[in-house]
């Protein structure tokens, strides 16, 4: 056998076939390499898009933390002298009952001096409340209005069929609101017996129809 047999012969073709194998094996391996390597534009986007998720995520929490800071600084502005407040009001309780126990016709026959001192306790109660009204503290005027036990706290009841049943009709010791808050609910005396506050509605609406 020749040298030119030995190099175009049967063993020649199956190097070639081998190593073109060989070759088409390592294209296929680069290219599933390099299929299976992420778009960089992708992860550009998907990392935009996370990023952007967080930036509003914080930016909620820093507005939640906002609005809770302005709520608790406005609180504790209005709630602060709520103690203070409510020791007043047993001051003011006093100078109303000093005032209260004086009969009328004493303070009719009072000589100059009793009328000075009446006066004098009648100015401090009216500018005790009026400071306190400057600091958000309120007095509740319940007399005609349903009753409700979030302002009101109910010490008996009165008969009276002239009025709608559950309507306040007497304050014994005032009430005080602070802000939005009852400081102390007003002890009242309730109506029991009249008409109900539906029916009295609707026996205006039928008056005026009538009218």
């Known amino acids: 056998m020749t040298d030119e047999t030995t190099k175009n ?3 020649a073709t199956a ?23 992420p778009d960089p534009l992708e992860l550009l986007k998907a990392e935009n898009s996370e990023l952007r998720d967080r930036y509003l995520r914080l930016a909620a929490e820093m507005d939640n933390l906002r609005r809770r800071t302005e709520r608790e600084v406005k609180d504790a502005k209005s709630y602060s ?10 001051v003011s309780d006093n100078l ?22 009446i006066e004098g306790v009648e100015m401090t109660e009216r500018a005790m409340l009026s400071a306190l009204e400057r600091h958000g503290v309120r007095k509740l005027e319940p007399v ?20 709608p049943n559950n309507t306040v009709v007497q304050v014994v ?20 017996g009249g ?5 009295a509605e609707a026996n205006s609406v039928f008056d005026e129809k009538d009218a």
């Open 173 to 192: 010791q005032a009430g005080f609101t602070i802000g939005e808050r009852v400081l102390r609910p007003a002890m009242v005396g309730v109506a029991k």
């Open 96 to 117: 109303r009952r000093a005032l209260d126990a004086i009969p009328p016709e004493a303070k009719a026959a009072a000589d100059a001096g009793l009328t000075t001192l």
């Open 15 to 37: 190097a070639d076939a081998a190593a073109d194998a060989a070759a088409n094996v390592e294209t296929d391996t680069a290219e599933r390499a390099e299929a299976s390597q």
């Open 9 to 11: 012969g049967p063993d």
């Open 144 to 163: 005609g209005q349903k009753f409700d036990p979030n302002f009101h706290q109910a010490m008996f009841e009165v008969p009276n069929p002239e009025v």
């Open 195 to 199: 008409p109900k506050p539906v029916e």
């Open 81 to 90: 002298v709520a103690g203070f407040a409510r020791d007043m009001l047993a």
